[in-house]
């Protein structure tokens, strides 16, 4: 009987599954260098404290958490941010600001597996600390974006959609609706664009608010642009905020990849500003990405008062979206040159010639076993390598050894010498 000792939400990474995770990883990376941020990385276990500062009691049903051998409360890392805010304290006085960092790690959440969430994925962070105002929110959006389109995404297949939570909460304010009643209303707000219209309303209506409120609930979510957000007869920092946000994306020339959306709001209590999630123009999957500004979440680990921004890109998402539209490339595994002995006399300067190609940077792989020259080319031509390079005694004793090419059949003799 054969049993899958598989741990379920967790994968196997297979060459050719691994090569599409180092495609993401390369596009993440090679992005957030060209933006002059720098890498960084944490423990994979931490306190489980620290991630209650973050998200309170709850958070332990979805955390990977045990009492170690010096009874200590851990945890595999779910995310970064709060390994993020506790390095930042200890160092923040000596560098200088706005501090710009990345990281790509590992992370561990016990959720129910579904499409587009498992339990083990890699996420990438990007955070600026120690900047206020919109010009930072636009770097980290355009970071996003970046990444997307060195990936071979367009402006067809995603798009960003952006609000501010400091504009929501002051509109709220002002129609009577304090923020100790807030929470459940954002959560109605996150569900407005995933449901039909048509349900929103009794959702709205199970808060108990006043016709009045529920009116100006309704109103808020019936915004559809920024032109929308311009005419609207408030004044309050959010809105001007969020303007000024998408006058700098006009400036930019990402107009085409951003646009508000009342119903983002993000769950988490500690967005102070500007938030954005980056969806597949369908939103058949969940967000491939989610961020936004921080300000006082510092200050709660550490007190450190330093204003942030960020988001974080899981890999499980992006990587469906790419491979349902079949953006990966094709995997194919790379060998520059494959040695062929004719017998093991000539072993010992295969062994030399090898280790000095790949001193060169070249791939090179040959068989471990002496095999008749036949099944070495066969072998050579399956995996398949680029050129073969013949050690046979004749060819040796002139000094030279045959190269063959394996897409054009050619054959020419190259000087032993030019192979050290």
């Known amino acids: ?37 720098e890498e960084f990385d ?34 595999l890392r779910p995310e970064l941010t709060p390994t993020l805010a506790r390095m930042v304290s200890k160092v923040q006085n000596q560098v ?29 962070n990007v955070d600026i600390l120690g900047e206020e105002g919109e010009m930072a929110d636009l770097e980290i959006i355009s970071v996003a974006i970046d990444c997307l389109l060195k990936l071979g995404l367009s402006k067809a297949d995603f798009v960003v959609k952006i609000n501010n939570r400091d504009f929501a909460a002051e509109y709220f ?17 996150d569900n407005a664009r995933k449901v039909k219209k048509e349900l929103t309303r009794p959702a709205i209506n199970e808060l108990g608010f006043s016709v009045k409120q529920e009116d100006a609930i309704e109103n808020y979510l019936s915004l559809s642009n920024s032109s929308d957000l311009a005419k609207l007869s408030i004044s309050n920092t959010g809105k001007e905020s969020l303007l000024d946000l998408f006058s700098l994306i006009n400036n930019a020339g990402l107009q085409d990849y951003c646009e508000f959306d009342p119903t983002i709001v993000r769950g988490l209590d500690y967005y102070t500003g500007t938030v954005f999630e980056i969806f597949d123009r369908s939103e058949k999957m969940r967000a491939i990405c989610g961020g936004g500004r921080y300000n006082n979440l510092l200050k709660e680990f550490s007190g450190v008062d330093l204003p942030a921004c960020g988001f ?42 090898a280790r000095s190609l790949r001193s060169r940077g070249l791939t090179v792989e040959y068989t471990y076993k002496s095999l008749p020259v036949k099944k070495q080319m066969s072998k050579a031509s399956k995996i398949p390598a680029k050129k073969v390079l013949i050690f046979g005694a004749d060819e040796i004793a002139r000094g030279k050894l045959v190269e063959k090419d394996l897409s054009t059949g050619e054959e020419i003799e190259v000087p032993v010498d030019s192979l050290f």
Not at 7 to 36: C, H
């Open 312 to 353: 974080g890109m899981g890999d499980v998402v992006l990587g469906e979206i790419l491979s349902d539209k079949g953006m990966f490339p094709v995997y194919q595994k790379q060998v520059d040159y494959f040695l062929v002995r004719v017998t093991d006399n000539e072993l010992e300067l295969m062994l030399r010639i």
């Open 42 to 75: 944490g423990p994979v276990l931490e306190t489980l404290e620290l991630y209650k500062i973050k998200s309170g009691e709850e958070i332990v049903n979805q955390l990977y958490n045990f009492t170690d051998k010096g009874g200590r409360e851990l945890a």
């Open 96 to 124: 200088s600001k706005p501090m710009k960092w990345f990281s790509i790690p590992r992370c561990m959440r016990y959720e129910k597996p579904q499409k587009g969430r498992l339990r083990e994925f890699f996420q990438f």
């Open 173 to 189: 304010i002002e129609n009577g609706i304090i923020k100790g009643n807030t929470h459940a209303l954002y959560k109605v707000i």
């Open 1 to 37: 009987m054969k049993f899958d000792l598989s741990v379920r939400g967790m994968r196997d990474y297979y060459p050719d599954i691994f090569s599409q995770l180092n495609y993401i990883i390369r596009a993440w990376k090679e992005t957030a260098l060209a933006y002059g941020f």
